[in-house]
C-alpha cells in the first residue's frame, strides 16, 4: 500500500500541487486508500454536495416543494455559469436550481438553496452523519465576503480587483483559502464517508437517488472523469478557489463496483487553467479506484 501511497504522491509532485486522497470501495468490508486523508481541507463547491443533500431531504420530507419557482434577482446573479451568469433575472424551480447546483456549480442556485434549507439544517445532518470534522458557515456570497474583508476591499469592488488583490496578498491570511478557518471545511476522509452514505444507505431513500442522479449529470469531465474511459460512470462535484482545486465522486466500473473518492489539491499557481493539476486529480482516482478494484477481485 505504501507503493501507491508514494506513487500518488508523485503524481501530485509532477503536476506542482501538494494534495491529499481517500478512496473506498463502498461494499461491506472493503479496502481503501488514504494520503493524508485526515488533514482538514478547504472544501470549495464540494461543500454544495451536503447542501444539495438537506435539500434532497427536505423534500422527501414534504417540508419543501422542488416545483415551487423563485426568482434570480442581481443579489445573486454575481458571476459564474447558470442562473448566476445570467444577465437579467432569471426564475427557476428549486428543483431546477439544484440540479444546477451539482452539475454546473451555480453559485446563485447554491445560495437560494442554502437559504430556503438552512445552516442549521445542514449542520444537523453533518451531525447526524457523524462528519464532525465538517463545517458549512454558509453560502457562496458568505464565503467571499470573508475574502473581500481579509483583502481589504468592499464587496462591491468586485471579482477583478480581488483578482489583482490576490496577486499582493499572503495567501494564508484570507480564511477562505485556509482549511482551518474557511466556511466551507473537512477532511478527504469525511468526504467519502458523506458520499458512501448517499451511495449505500440503509435504506435508500428518494433523497439519496436524487442526488446520484444529479451527480452522474455533471458538466465537468477535465478533473475525476479525465482518468476513466467512458465504461465507467463517474459523478462527481468540483471544488475551485484560488489555489484550490478538488473534485469528489463516485466512480462505477463495468463490474458493477462503485468506489468513493476524494482529491484535493493545493498549487502556488493562482492560474485559472493548470491543466496538470486537473489531470493529476483523474491520475490519482485512477491508481486509487483500479488498486482498489483488484484488490476485491483477489479477496
Known amino acids: 500500500m505504501n507503493d501507491i501511497t508514494d506513487q500518488i504522491r508523485a503524481i501530485f509532485a509532477e503536476a506542482d ?3 491529499s486522497l481517500h478512496a473506498r470501495a463502498i461494499a461491506p468490508g472493503a479496502g481503501e486508500i488514504s494520503v493524508g486523508a485526515d488533514e482538514p481541507v478547504v472544501l470549495a463547491s464540494v461543500f454544495k454536495i451536503p ?12 417540508r419543501v416543494d422542488p416545483l415551487e419557482r423563485v426568482l434570480v434577482g442581481p443579489k445573486y446573479r454575481v458571476g459564474g455559469i447558470g442562473a448566476g451568469g445570467c444577465r437579467q433575472d432569471v426564475e ?9 447546483m451539482l452539475t454546473l456549480s451555480d453559485n446563485a442556485a447554491t445560495d437560494l438553496i442554502l ?6 439544517a445542514i449542520s ?4 447526524e452523519l457523524e462528519l464532525l470534522e465538517t463545517h ?3 453560502g457562496c456570497l458568505a464565503l467571499w465576503d470573508t475574502m473581500f474583508e481579509d483583502l481589504g476591499l468592499l464587496p462591491e469592488s468586485g471579482f477583478e480587483a480581488m483578482g489583482e488583490a490576490l496577486q ?8 477562505a483559502l485556509d482549511p482551518r478557518k474557511s466556511l466551507h471545511r473537512s477532511t478527504p476522509r469525511e468526504i467519502t464517508t458523506l458520499l458512501s452514505s448517499i451511495w449505500a444507505g440503509h435504506p435508500d431513500t428518494p433523497a439519496n437517488q436524487m442526488i446520484r442522479s444529479m451527480m452522474a449529470e455533471q458538466v465537468w469531465t477535465h478533473r475525476l472523469s479525465s482518468g476513466f474511459d467512458d465504461s465507467a460512470i463517474v459523478a462527481g462535484k468540483t471544488g475551485t478557489l484560488p489555489t484550490v482545486r478538488n473534485e469528489a465522486g463516485v466512480v462505477t ?6 468506489y468513493a473518492v476524494a482529491v484535493f489539491l493545493r498549487s502556488q499557481s493562482l492560474k485559472d487553467r493548470q491543466p496538470r493539476a486537473d489531470a493529476a486529480i483523474g491520475h490519482a482516482a485512477y491508481l486509487a479506484v483500479t488498486t482498489l478494484s483488484k484488490q476485491h477481485k483477489n479477496a
Request: no cysteine.
Open 17 to 19: 500541487v501538494t494534495g
Open 168 to 175: 499582493r496578498a499572503d495567501l494564508q491570511s484570507v480564511r
Open 92 to 100: 427557476m424551480s428549486l428543483g431546477d436550481l439544484a440540479l444546477f
Open 115 to 120: 437559504e430556503r434549507v438552512g445552516v442549521d
Open 253 to 258: 466500473l463495468p463490474d458493477g463496483s462503485s
Open 51 to 62: 447542501v444539495v443533500l438537506a435539500f434532497a431531504r427536505a423534500v422527501q420530507e414534504g
Open 124 to 127: 444537523t445532518l453533518l451531525d
Open 136 to 138: 458549512i458557515g454558509g
